[in-house]
């Protein structure tokens, strides 16, 4: 397909690994038109400076304006008091009501108001394989079959699956890009102190280990609190069997972070 005929609707987080992908996109593909949506669960780290806004500042050095888009009718925390229990590994509610709704419902809007022309559309996500077994499972391109109707064509394309933490982080090093400071120091490649997680998702994700739950605590309380006075009301816990409370209460058995990649080693010099 010539890629006079593709429009691309990249996914940035604010994330490293969006941010490495719509980099690495911006390289490979100078000339194909971009559109850059961000999806607010409304559960998304605001200090010091919102996940949105880092973001959009990110896409702005493209030359690209950042398209945020919303659930109308819930944000994460209600739609888990109103259910009653929080979302699953196997049932992320939060992933398909939050993020890719929302992201499909305005690219259906940008054909309909003509923002959209092109009839091949490649929604691209940053998502890589060595971040979990689950995900080296997926498949990094898809036909989209419900949203390609009407002689429009929609793929499903992880650009980045095969990269690695270090490809990641040595790639955005190179180009001289900032990681949002909630990242540990050792992504940082400017100096940036006084991060503390290895994933940029959710402030209190389904996902997140004990030793992330404690930095979290110490980092963003109102976060936790939130979460945690949620467990109590609806009386089912984020992590299996134990509240945040009691994760706190215990002794630190778990000190490993979000995910199974290990840290990489920084070169002696920024790559800028």
Known sequence: ?????????????????????L????????????????????????NPVSAEEWARQHAAKHGLVLHAVRNPNKTYLEMVETRGMFPGAGTRQCTSDLKRGP????????VRSGLITKKIIVNCIGIRAAESPQRAKQKPLKRDRVMSKNGRIVWNWMPIFKATLTDVLHGLWRRGVALHPVYIPAYHMDGTKG???????????????DADIRAIYEHDRAAFDAVSELEQRIDFTMKNGKSLVQIMAATPTDTKQYGSEELIDQPDQPCM
């Open 195 to 209: 991060g503390y997680l290895r994933r940029l998702a959710c402030r209190v994700c389904i996902f997140s280990t």
């Open 1 to 21: 397909m010539k890629h006079s005929e593709i429009a691309l609707v990249i996914n940035l987080s604010g994330g490293k690994d969006s941010q490495y992908m």
């Open 23 to 46: 980099e690495v996109l911006c390289d490979l593909y100078p000339d194909v038109e971009k559109h850059v949506v961000y999806a607010d669960t409304g559960f998304e780290h605001v």
């Open 103 to 110: 992201i499909q419902t305005w690219t259906r809007q940008a």
